[in-house]
Structure formats: C-alpha cells, structure tokens
C-alpha cells in the first residue's frame, strides 16, 4: 500500500492543545491558523509553553465561520470561551533565539489567561509579522508562524504505534503535536526520509515538502494530554526507540514550495523519497 496521509492537525495558540482537521490550507508561513497566536511572559516577552505550564495543554481551540475560540473547561469562574483577536498594539517578544514582533491581544484576554493558567502572561498575535526559518537547515528567508522553527511536523502513525504497544501508559500521535501524521510506513522510516510529495488534484505540479531536520524532544511528549500530568511510563520507551547523541528525536521537520491554492487532506496518497 502506499503511504498516505492519516490525520491532520493545527494548533492555533502555540502549546495549546490542537485541532484535528479532515483538511489544511496552507500558507507562505504554514497551515493556516497554525501558531498564529502565543502566550508570552508578561514582564519578559518570552514565550511560555506546556514545558513550564502544563496546564495549556488542557485549553482548547475551535474555529467557527473564520473566528478561531478558545475554550476552557479549568475554572468555572471564568467565562468558558473567547473570539480570538487579531490586532493590538506591537510588541517585542522572544520565541527560542528568535526576537521578533507581534499584536498585543489587549487586557482582556491576558487577564483570562493569566487567571487561567495563575501566570501573569499576554497574547500575542503574529499577523503580518515576519519571523524566519533557521538558515542552518531552511532555504534563506523561509517564513514560519510562532511553531518553534519550521512550517510542518510529519511523524509516522507506525513509529508511535510501535512504541505504544511498548509502553506501560498509552501514546498517540497527541503527544507529539505534529501536522502530518503518514500511515502505510515502515515503524522509524521517516528517520530516512528525505523529501516528500503529494500529487494535487487538477494540477500539473505536485506538492513538494523537504525534510529539513529531526525534530529533538522535550518533555511533552511526555504528559499525558488528556490530564497535562506526566506519565512516567513513557520516558524509557523514547529512550529505547528515539535516542540519538544523548537527546531524543521524533518526527521530522519540513519546509515547502509555497503556491497559490495548496492544500493537505486526509487520504492523500504520498511520494517519499529516501
């Protein structure tokens, strides 16, 4: 059987938790709505994620006529949801060795934030800001949302499937928040993999992905995503399958030609080269 495209995801807060989608539109900086937004440190820029806050991990996000809502579920004091905004005042924030710039979302949502997760912390939204890909491993002047350095994540649903059956607790394609999850492999072959191509219905040219780099983990795959709590059961099961030079590597990262009209869906056959 041919590889194929199994689940699709996008994350519109950066380390909340994300959405499963049939389809992704994708854009010059990656699937639309994909880490548009990010929580940052109120007195530092910097910003957070589910390794000092686990609890993001527990605030969802829909996308309703266009609008994209987070919703919470934590505290019963607080409103239950809110429209995403997108403008504000521009700020300095810092993402990894990345300084760059964004739309403050304004007091408001930072106050529900805040309270939610008992961190003084600001929304930012990314809009037409410009952040660029790592010149190390992208081509020069590669554009990317607030994702913590490349447009897309592909992992292989045979590689996490391997390593559940291993597992004391259980492992899904959750905890590694990737954007393209590739059924039909061999477990561990995208270790190899080297480009990948989808044909586009009713286009002549293919949609063309590079693999630019293995992705190096940090704790979260680790917490559950259901409780944000940590399963200890998982550690030695990544150890033993996904170590490398003494860090832990899952899942590859990818960059693409960016044409009008590009598009992912559940059920696309794909090409990969090794």
């Known amino acids: 059987m041919l590889a194929q495209i199994d689940q699709l995801f996008i994350y519109p807060v950066k380390s909340c938790a994300g959405i499963s989608v049939s389809q ?14 990010m929580l940052v440190d109120a007195k530092t820029g910097v910003f957070l994620s589910q390794r000092e806050i686990p609890q993001m991990a527990l605030i969802s996000t829909r996308i309703t006529d266009g609008c994209v ?26 993402v990894w ?27 930012i939204y990314q809009g037409d800001c410009e952040r660029l890909a790592d010149e190390t491993y992208a081509d020069k002047n590669t554009p990317v949302s607030f994702a913590d350095g490349f447009p897309l994540l592909v992992i292989a649903q045979s590689s996490v499937d391997k390593m559940n059956a291993a597992c004391e607790g259980d492992i899904s394609s959750i905890n590694f928040r990737p954007n393209i999850v590739i059924g039909n492999t061999l477990a561990f072959a995208e270790i190899d993999w080297k480009a990948l191509s989808i044909k586009r219905s009713g286009f002549e040219a293919n949609l063309e992905m590079s693999v630019v780099k293995r992705c190096q983990r940090c704790v979260i795959p680790m917490l559950n995503p259901a409780t944000a709590e940590r399963d200890r059961n998982i550690l030695p099961v990544l150890l033993k399958y996904c170590r490398a030079n003494k860090e832990i590597y899952f899942g590859q990262n990818l960059t693409f030609k960016y044409a009008e009209g590009l598009d992912l869906s559940v059920g696309q056959e794909v090409d990969i080269a090794v």
């Open 24 to 37: 992704i539109q994708l854009t010059k900086k990656g699937p639309m709505f994909d880490r548009w937004w």
């Open 69 to 94: 809502w987070v919703e919470q579920s934590l505290n019963h004091a607080l409103v239950s949801s809110h429209c995403l905004p997108v403008k504000g005042q521009l700020v300095d924030v810092d």
């Open 97 to 123: 060795s990345d300084h760059v710039r964004g739309y403050d979302c304004g007091d408001e949502i930072a106050e529900w934030f805040s309270v939610l997760l008992q961190h003084d912390c600001r929304l």
